[in-house]
């Protein structure tokens, strides 16, 4: 408080005598109100003092009017009356007219003037008895002439000028009446009347100067006062902060009317009461009364008070009042409410630690939970939770649905955790479709009994929106501290558990092993390499050829990636394609195999076909369509000689940006084929809205028709005969001898691929193979049935 309103400093007025005996401007409002003040006094005091001088005179003359001149006697009776007569008046006219005349200049020189008479009067009537009297009179006359310049000095103490007019003459007449007198030669008379002299001059000086000083002073205060006074109506309207102050009992003895509004009560109602009558947790204030109790400053300081029943916080500064002794009479301050503030503050530190959509703990507290757990107890096991299939849900019901299976995931984690751990068990949203489970003072088997019951838990249906969603659950498991002795360490091994169990199949729990770290870091600096392949030359194609199955002639070939790394030799494309998609180099790896192999058919007879194996990650791309526009263009690759396959992974997630970007690449003459068809989630949904050109069966059904393999045989059939009613031919993958490619073309295959007929080779082997069946007459493309050749840039063929 005392820093927001500092108590006025003192001012002292250095005044001259010509400060002291001027009069001033009219237009002065300082020496309007000294003026004022002066002759306040004065005619306060004037009364008594010509009471007293003329009493005294009148004794004086009493004895001695023999000696007094005439007209000196008159004079001096005469001003004496004028005085009167003249102060009599002015009482009069100020009593009727109800106010003190105006203390203008002129009003003060008349004024001045009077007293320079009176003076004047009483200077000669002094010279005149002194010079006249015996040495035993002229001793009454002094004391009378010092006694009228002390009444003198002390009506005008704070009035100069009016002292040295009216007191003056007085000591200029006794003195010249001194010289006048028998008292002539005495120097002790003189060395007094002087020194009176001198003191009375000094002291009525040093009156006037005090009085001058006091009065600016007051000015100045009066001033602060005011600025403070409008401070603290404009504070008390427009700012949020009230005043309050209370007493050394406690009860309030001030409060301002924003205070009032801030309690709900009037203030008359709350004056008088104990400031404590507001808290509602007085154990909570406990070291806010020590405070008070020793009498210290406290600021910003924070209260819960209850409001009509509503609970809110307030913030209180204040400083200790004390008297002049020092002790503690009450205290003075401000306050203000901040419950908005306190609530704000409150919810960022609810989202510092919670999840806002399933209420679980965040990645901050799963944290320090596992932090706590490693130091104090042994055997903290840490589950990493991750969704199967929640992507799909969220993009075919939409985010709001997403959320709420979030939400509910959340729930069912919470309940069978609580279940089975109780108290010892910590359920958090790491983020996305990611949970975590800390699990302190337990073992791997408890946990991995908890892991599967999750997993069963989560995989219960669910209901959204009036729609059935089915989703799984996938958990890496560590124990600390075997598995990571900090934080950092154990939830390094849950993940790379997590994303051992993800890669094998999903769905089950699997516990931390060195050997995940040991591929983890064997996988990482494969990608480091990767990410320079291109680059150094390392990556190219190799082509396999496709042949007709009923004249085996060479009708296409498909394209396969090859790396091979300057230490470790050939990386399979089964171990490479799989880290390029999850570091986000698919997309470069695919343009550059697309426009490579485009540009090596450029070269080949325009009835040569070939097809790109896709990564589902390059539809992501909106750009993909243009890509594979301005490539075609730019080696003159007829759209019809391009195939680009697909696996059946990317229909899991029907995303309409998908279907739109098949439709673009088709409407351009491109021809599409479904790859490994009926190994994985094969659906006849899809083969109806996507236009194949053909499907091409999995080497698995190929290799098994030729050993006793009859549902093997039966599933080829059903295939060939779905692709001949849907408009589609088949090729057979895998072909690796004579008696596969001839169950093939029994069973209705229309093309086959293998290493029967040739394994993947370099770009020069396959333009010399292309040469040695190259016909002697080529037909133009017009001319020429619809037969697609493929080609893949990231599958491994046999």
Known sequence: MTAMFPPPRPVVMDAGWRDLLSIGDADDPFRHKVRGQQMAFLYRCLPFAILVCVSNGAVVLASMADEASPPVLFFWFFAQLAMILAWLVRAVREHLAGRLTEPTPGFVRRAAAELGVVGLAWGLLFADVLGRVPPTESMLVLAMAMT????????????????????????????????????????????????????????????????????????????????????????????????????????????????????????????????????????????????????????????????????????????????????????????????????????????????????????????????????????????????????????????????????????????????????????????????????????????????????????????????????????????????????????????????????????TVRHYDRAMHRRAEARRALELDLRNALAGGQMRLAFQPVVNALDERIVGFEALMRWRHPQHGEIPPATFIPIAEEAGLIGELGSWALAEACRIAAGWPRHIRLAVNLSPIQFDDPAFADIVSHTLSRYNIQPERLELELTESLFLEERPQTIALLEQLESMGVGFALDDFGTGYSSLGYLRKIPFRRIKIDRSFVRASTSGGGESMAIIEAIVALADRLGMETTAEGTETRAEFEA???????????YYFGAPMSADDAERLIDRTRPLVELAPALMAPVAAPVSLSATKG
């Open 744 to 754: 093939m073309r029994r069973l209705g295959c229309a093309q086959v691929q293998g």
């Open 148 to 507: 009228a310049m002390g009444v003198s000095a002390f009506t005008t103490s704070i009035f100069p000028l009016g002292a040295i007019l009216l007191a003056g003459p007085m000591m200029a007449g006794t003195v010249w009446g001194l010289a006048a007198s028998d008292w002539a030669g005495n120097w002790m008379v003189h060395v007094v009347m002087g020194s009176f002299l001198i003191v009375t001059i000094r002291g009525n000086m040093l009156s006037a100067r005090s009085f001058m000083a006091r009065r600016h002073a007051r000015e100045r205060l009066t001033e602060q006062e005011e600025v403070l006074r409008l401070l603290l109506n404009e504070f008390e309207t427009n700012g949020s902060e009230w005043l309050f102050e209370f007493d050394s009992a406690g009860r309030l003895s001030i409060a301002s009317p924003r205070f009032a509004e801030a309690v709900r009560q009037p203030v008359e109602a709350i004056l008088g009461r104990h400031w404590t009558d507001f808290l509602t947790d007085l154990s909570a204030a406990s070291e806010f009364f020590t405070i008070v109790r020793r009498g210290l400053p406290f600021r910003d300081t924070m209260l819960r008070v209850e409001v009509d029943g509503e609970s809110r916080w307030w913030s209180l500064s204040g400083t200790p009042k004390r008297d002049r002794d020092g002790r503690l009479v009450g205290y003075r301050g401000v306050g203000c409410d901040v419950t908005e503030r306190q609530r704000s503050a409150e919810r960022i530190a609810e989202l510092a630690t919670f999840d806002t959509l399933t209420g679980l703990v965040n990645r901050r507290i799963i944290h320090q939970a596992l932090a706590d757990g490693l130091v104090s107890v042994r055997g903290t096991c840490l589950l990493f939770v991750d969704l199967d299939r929640f992507k799909a849900v969220n993009d075919s019901l939409g985010h709001g649905a997403g959320d709420k299976l979030l939400h509910e995931v959340g729930y069912r984690l919470q309940d069978v955790v609580a279940r089975r751990m109780g108290a010892d068990a910590l359920v958090g949203r790491l983020g996305g479709d990611e949970f975590a489970v800390v699990v302190r003072d337990s073992d791997l088997a408890r946990a991995t009994a908890l892991g599967e019951e999750i997993i069963a838990t989560v995989s219960r249906p669910y209901v959204l929106g009036g729609k059935q969603a089915i989703i799984g659950a996938s958990i890496g498991l560590a124990v600390g501290p075997a598995d990571g002795a900090d934080v950092e360490g154990l939830m390094r091994a849950a993940d790379l558990a997590l994303y051992d169990v993800k890669a094998k199949g999903r769905g």
